[in-house]
């Protein structure tokens, strides 16, 4: 496998590859010198689309421990401002001889395109793309639950993880779905009808309308960002309606297990879909998600360009 | 002058001779016995009315990058049609009697197929005020067809207006059934795969609400109505039960709602982007379904051509349409006649004399008998071919079907007794 | 491989034994009784190693004597020559390695590679007072100019020829054979 784009595309036995990889790779950032040579000499491009200050950040914090050459092309202020074509863009990066392309877009399907166009020949790493998926979050969201649920290690067999809030347009909720269930977790989704999408009942997973029965017996709960303008599109009649009905308050954390851990991807709507007392109580591992991210994505960037071919898939 | 076409078998049947006297049919003569000036031998192929497409997009004026007039009806003669309406969502539109006879004079000076021009419903298709309909149907063009296409006639109120108003002219309104507010943002048929792919969806209700709204509009009316792309199991029931009760409409569907499924958008190649979008597997099933008994009546390209980089792009910035001329009649053997849902006589109903009938064409779509203008098309059903983008007649090449082996090639193609394609390839 | 039918013994497992308490006695002499020293084995087989080395070294002095892994995959100077690999475990002592005298422990030192590798990898985790080298067998070719403090065995080898460490840890029972490369 030469890129990664979809959770789907990984087995249980890639995605553990890469979950073990991510555990060796988190003892660096104890040490007082934070980096490894692997991939000195090697270029990686963050190839951003939208703004996002900490998914960008994470990989490039990923990609400098291991020692590669970091470009940050950021959409904004650039060419593809001024209405470059994504296949220029790429032209032009495999020009400069880039290894690798961390490519956040606003389009679904964007790093698809990236990666099967004959545009590049780099390796192309999914950041977030439209609604689509969000590999490398699954993958530290994974991480973080089979550390806490699993004592990390093994897979996620039997673990209730519940999903929350804006499926539709959540592209976590996509890799999430996909990823958890190949590690054996159950996964129940949870949002107002309207904010899951037509066709969800073929995912493999539950879904539930009524948020106090699907987190009940949960092991973990992951609460996705609502966006405020969902509301003028009438996703949902208000804000306040819909974080009574699907927010995560102290009332009902305080129903959860006591083993129950809470998760959010970042950023948080705090009020919205999680209460700020949730989100900084001793349950939330938030925080956490954020330093497994460059964990998770050093073990990604190791295993598909560390050697001379990708460590993942193939066998 | 007169021309023999030595050995075709009209509506694959018994071959004969079809000897030509200028721009008609002379007479129909055991093979072998047809005496004229002009020989062309043929090996038994069928023979067909001219195919005639309702619903090609030709770009001219305007986007000439993507097709012109003369590219696109060479494609279209190519593909075996002597007549072609050309949409009217061109810039500028053709919603005044200037553009459409300007649209006509260009097909004139082309020469290889009748080009009858659509009119514009409303202004500018902005769906707010009805375009000079008479003016484009007393015009040099004799605007029949009237459509808003690659936009619906949204506006209840319009609507009736317009299907009331073209009864006038003895005109149709072709509409493009999309609820606006339903599919905004749309990128792919709403389902399974769009849940999975996270493109936004462009669900079947939405075709269907304008739909089941414009029968009864029609039907409160008393109008002619017709549907362009039917590409839900839904909108062929709704058809279905409109003709039972008796409602004056008709509905035509693509080649590639006859073929192509919505798994195709797993690639997120915006080759396959089109609106409508391609449907499931049941919806594929039900159009083939409608088409067979009737309740289609015709099959019609919606032939949309687009530059590259309008297509070599990420999905959603790209634009929607395929070409279709070029390979329509192979996409029918494929889905209709190789599984026996239809003979050769009925594709030549669904793909010349019904389309030649709604769009009040009376020069073609008629009976391959003596005294009938020789609008014709000659077809080797079995012969094989690889469609390769690059060798098509058409300026663009956003074609579905790149690398795909097709069966049937067009062998001759007849305007008025004129060849416009000889073994193949273009006779003018 | 567990099939050893085409390889021919060179230290059958009481010599292994004998090999790992002569090392153990050597470290204790010329570290002098030092009370800083780490042992650090380099995955797989090096780990079990250093286990073992450095029980009988606790039985030598009477204390117990710090042991952990030390994974060089991230540092080979080979590592794009060949697919990308699993990693293996880095486990260093809770006391650290600083001001430690660290000795490395190996299976098999062959072109030095390896040892390159693994300094540059002890590098950094921290500076260590004194590194030393251990190693079951030597088998000559060196490729750098690297050497081993404490050998288990010297065995000339032709570049031919395949060593093979056998331990009970990973294999069930101890063992070094030397066969035909490829057999």
């Known amino acids: ?315 | 002058m007169k021309t023999v076409l030595r050995n075709v078998a009209p509506y694959g049947e018994q071959a004969v001779d079809v000897v030509l006297d200028g721009d008609r049919i002379a007479a129909l003569v055991p093979v072998g016995t047809g005496v004229g000036d002009l020989v062309h031998q043929f090996s038994g192929e069928v023979l067909l009315p001219g195919l005639v497409d309702l619903h090609t997009h030709l770009r001219e004026p305007g986007r000439e990058d993507a097709e012109t007039i003369l590219t696109g009806t060479r494609a279209a003669a190519l593909g075996g049609y002597t007549a072609v309406h050309a949409m009217a969502n061109t810039d500028p539109v053709a919603d005044t009697a200037g553009v459409v006879e300007q649209v006509l004079r260009l097909g004139h000076a082309a020469g290889y197929v009748d080009v009858r021009p659509v009119g514009a419903v409303t202004v500018g298709l902005k769906g707010e005020r009805l375009a000079e309909l008479g003016a484009m149907a007393d015009s040099a063009a004799q605007v029949r067809v009237f459509s808003d296409d690659g936009k619906c006639v949204s506006d209840p109120l319009l609507m009736r207006r317009a299907l009331e108003y073209v009864k006038a002219f003895d005109g149709v309104v072709a509409q493009h059934a999309q609820e606006p507010r339903l599919t905004e943002g749309a990128q792919m048929n709403e389902g399974v795969v769009s849940a999975r792919l996270g493109l936004a969806g462009w669900p079947a209700v939405a075709e269907e609400a304008i739909i089941a709204r414009d029968v009864l509009l029609a039907e409160h009316v008393g109008s002619r109505l017709h549907l362009c792309h039917l590409s839900t199991e839904g909108s062929v029931d709704i058809i279905r039960w409109a003709k039972s009760r008796g409602i004056n409409v008709t509905a035509e569907v693509t080649p590639h709602h006859l073929l192509l499924t919505d798994e195709l958008a797993a690639t997120y190649d915006p080759v396959y982007k089109v609106n409508p979008p391609l449907r499931t597997a049941a919806d594929v099933e039900a159009v083939r379904a409608g088409l067979a008994d009737g309740t289609i009546d015709i099959v019609a390209t919606d032939h949309a051509p687009h530059p590259t980089e309008d297509k070599d792009c990420e999905w959603a910035a790209a634009a929607m349409g395929m070409l279709g001329l070029e390979t329509a009649l192979s996409v029918v053997i494929e889905t209709m006649i190789d599984s026996g849902r239809l003979t050769w006589r009925q594709v030549a109903e669904r793909m010349s004399t019904n389309p030649a009938r709604i769009g009040r064409v009376t020069d073609h779509g008629n009976p391959l008998a003596a005294g009938e203008y020789a609008n014709l098309c000659v077809v080797d059903p079995g012969a094989a071919w690889l469609v390769d983008p690059a060798a098509l007649a058409s300026r663009s090449r956003n074609t579905p079907y790149a690398a795909r082996t097709m069966r049937g090639r067009v062998v001759a193609t007849f305007l008025r007794g004129t060849a416009t394609v000889l073994n193949g390839a273009l006779a003018l | 491989m567990s099939d050893t039918a085409d390889l021919r013994a060179v230290l059958e497992p009481a010599d292994v034994a004998r090999a790992l308490s002569r090392i153990a006695h050597e470290i204790d002499e010329r570290t002098k009784g030092a009370d800083d020293i780490v042992l650090l084995g380099i995955p797989t087989r090096g780990v079990a190693l250093a286990q073992r080395v450095a029980q009988r070294l606790a039985e030598i002095q009477a204390h117990a004597i710090p042991v952990g892994s030390l994974d060089i995959t991230m540092y080979r100077d080979d590592l794009r020559l060949k697919k990308a690999r699993a990693l293996l475990p880095t486990e260093i002592p809770a006391g650290g390695i600083d001001d430690k005298t660290v000795i490395l422990v190996d299976d098999v030192l062959f072109s030095g590679r390896t040892v390159r590798a693994a300094l540059d990898a002890l590098g950094d985790i921290g500076r260590p007072r004194m590194v030393q080298l251990a190693v079951l067998v030597d088998r000559g070719h060196r490729e750098l100019p690297i050497r081993a403090d404490y050998v288990g065995k010297n065995l000339p080898t032709s570049l031919r020829e395949s060593v093979r460490v056998q331990l009970i840890e990973h294999d069930g029972e101890d063992g070094v054979y030397v066969g035909t490369a490829g057999a």
């Open chain 1, 1 to 315: 496998m030469q890129h990664l784009l979809s959770t789907a595309d990984l087995t249980r036995d890639d995605a553990l590859l890469i979950l073990d990889t991510a555990a060796e790779l988190a003892q660096i950032s104890d040490r007082p010198m934070k980096k490894l040579p692997t991939l000195r000499g090697r270029t990686v491009v963050n190839l951003f689309y939208e703004d996002s200050t900490r998914t960008r950040i994470s990989f490039e914090a990923a990609a400098k421990r291991l020692s590669a050459d970091v470009i940050n092309f950021s959409a904004k202020g650039s060419s593809v401002s001024k209405g470059e074509s994504l296949k220029d863009t790429a032209l032009t990066l495999q020009a400069m001889g880039a290894d690798a392309v961390v490519i956040r877009h606003a389009a679904s399907g964007a790093p698809h395109r990236l990666a099967h166009s004959g545009w590049i020949e780099s390796t192309v790493i999914n950041a977030g793309d439209g609604t689509h998926e969000h590999p490398t979050q699954a993958l530290l969201d994974a991480y973080t639950l089979r550390k806490h649920l699993r004592d990390g290690d093994g897979d996620l067999a039997g673990a209730r993880i519940t999903i929350v809030g804006d499926v539709l347009h959540s592209r976590v909720a996509r890799s999430n779905v996909l990823l958890l269930n190949t590690l054996g977790a159950h996964v129940t989704l949870c949002a107002p009808p309207t904010l899951l999408p037509v066709g969800v009942e073929e995912w493999p997973c539950a879904v539930s309308y009524a948020l106090d029965q699907a987190i009940a017996d949960a092991d973990a709960v992951m609460m996705l960002r609502v966006q405020l303008e969902r509301m003028n599109a009438s996703f949902f009649p208000s804000a306040h309606e819909y974080s009574r009905r699907y927010g995560l308050d102290a009332q009902r954390m305080s129903t959860l297990p006591t083993h129950t851990i809470v998760m959010h991807p970042g950023p948080m709507n705090r009020g919205m879909e999680i209460a700020a007392d949730v989100a900084d109580s001793k349950r939330s591992v938030i925080v956490e998600q954020v330093s497994n991210g460059v964990s998770v994505r050093m073990a990604v960037m190791y295993l598909l360009l560390g050697g001379a071919e990708s460590g993942i898939g193939g066998n």
